[in-house]
């Protein structure tokens, strides 16, 4: 269980660019790629079945 939430706050830190879906690091405000300024937190509660 620990490494899990080693891994899952190391997830949590990334932050995906909107435009060009590259990863940037957490505190980031404009993606290191496109310059593009908005970026989403990648996603940190576990993938939910339908
Ligand atoms: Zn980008």
């Known amino acids: ?3 899990f939430a ?3 706050s ?3 830190k990334v932050r995906i660019c909107l ?3 590259a990863r940037n690091k957490a505190g980031s405000i ?3 790629k496109c310059g ?3 970026l989403r937190p990648k996603r940190k ?3 939910v079945k339908k």
């Open 1 to 3: 269980m620990a490494k």
């Open 6 to 8: 080693i891994v899952e």
């Open 10 to 12: 190391e997830l949590s």
């Open 19 to 21: 435009r060009c879906k």
């Open 30 to 32: 404009k993606c290191r």
């Open 36 to 38: 593009y300024h908005v």
């Open 45 to 47: 509660s576990k993938r």
